[in-house]
């Protein structure tokens, strides 16, 4: 393994939790794309506790509980000093009602999940995952996908209000209480997390997709709120679901869906800058987020012990100021864009 110094905690904005700069995601251990056997979902979680990894995110959303069940049997192994757990709010399993479409995992548990963004809803949310887990508290808690990407355009409206009137007054309570350390929203949306950043008191977000080295919509408006509020950022899908680690290959996936001509003409632009410098395109796509000061970690996801120590390593490897200056010189990125050089050197 590389040095614990890859993964140096950063303060989670105002909250001043610390978490490793690489986080990991529970999705996959829900059987996301695959089913995946327990021992080795057990062992990628104590794969990455050996590592250095400290932030542990998961969901009730995941293989309906199966992520939370996952984790949990890991985290029991080990002591949970220094440990960071988040996970979500927003869906209540309900386990006599069938299973349904599964939202889309190939595995999982036979529950059926709802929407329920109300007061009680996130507290009967709460204390299911809080079972499943086997846990007695929750550092994280984030009201999850209130975003158009999820509920579409025309129920959007409704559930931002339900979701502000009811599981943001519920997480306020528990945060005043103590008994949750940091509160915040996960969305697919930097418009979504831009709109409750500015309507309530949040620690953090996690925002999946929308800051990568491929595009960064994020970083107008939503970002500068973000360092003004004190609001730590967590961010998922830096890879923008694959196109960034496969490079532009056949059949490579952009948003869930194979890349159309223009994606896979830009990646193959930034990759052969990598190429001249000598750096895997999915190194440089690991590191740039980093770059940004209101980012405090990489939420990624990993199926087996290898590619949580995959991705330590690409951490832990240098990327060269010039490879960023290029992508600037040949305009895939703007000139503004802060990237990792940028930052000032940490012993």
């Known amino acids: ?3 614990a110094s890859a993964l140096a905690p950063r303060p989670l904005g105002r909250s001043r939790l610390p978490v490793s700069t690489l986080g990991f995601g529970g999705a996959p251990l829900g059987d996301l794309y695959a089913h995946l056997d327990e021992a ?37 192994r080990v ?6 757990l988040s996970t979500k709010i927003g ?21 059926g999940m709802r ?10 949310s709460l204390e299911q995952s809080a079972l499943r887990l086997g846990v007695d508290h929750l550092d994280i808690v984030l009201i999850h996908d209130v975003d158009v990407w999820t509920h579409g355009a025309a ?9 502000m009137d009811g599981a943001y007054r519920a997480l306020e309570t528990l945060r005043a209480a103590g008994a949750v350390r940091a509160i915040g929203v996960g969305a697919n949306e930097a418009e979504m997390c831009e709109r409750f950043a500015r309507a309530g008191d949040f620690d953090t977000m996690l925002l999946a997709g929308r800051y990568s ?31 960034l680690a496969t490079g532009p290959v056949p059949g490579a996936r952009y948003n869930y869906n194979p890349a159309p001509p223009e994606i896979l003409a830009r990646v193959a632009a930034i990759e052969a800058v990598c190429t001249r410098h000598g750096v895997p395109l999915r190194r440089a796509a690991l590191q740039f987020p980093l770059g940004h000061k209101a980012v405090a970690s990489l939420v990624m996801g990993a199926v087996s012990p290898a590619e949580v120590a995959d991705q330590i390593t690409e951490l832990a490897q240098p990327v060269p100021a010039a490879l960023w200056a ?22």
């Not at 503004?336 to 012993?347: F, K, Y």
């Open 1 to 3: 393994m590389p040095p």
């Open 40 to 76: 080795t979902a057990v062992a990628t979680v104590e794969a990455a506790i050996t590592g250095g990894v400290t932030l542990f995110d998961t969901s009730p959303l995941y293989g309906h509980g199966l992520s939370e069940h996952r984790i949990g049997a890991a985290l029991r």
């Open 79 to 84: 002591p949970r000093d220094g440990l960071i």
């Open 91 to 111: 869906r209540v399993a309900e386990p006599f009602a069938g299973r349904g479409d599964g939202s889309g995992y190939r595995g999982g548990l036979p529950h």
């Open 115 to 124: 929407f329920d963004y109300s007061h009680d809803g996130a507290m009967r």
């Open 155 to 163: 129920m959007i409206e409704q559930r931002f209000g339900e979701a």
């Open 213 to 243: 080295l491929l595009e960064q919509p994020a970083l107008a408006s939503f970002m500068p709120l973000a360092l003004e509020k004190g609001i730590g950022l967590m961010l998922g899908g830096v890879f923008n679901s694959g196109i």
């Open 326 to 347: 290029e992508l600037k010189a040949e305009g895939l990125l703007a000139a503004d864009v802060p990237v990792p050089a940028d930052l000032p050197a940490t012993s």
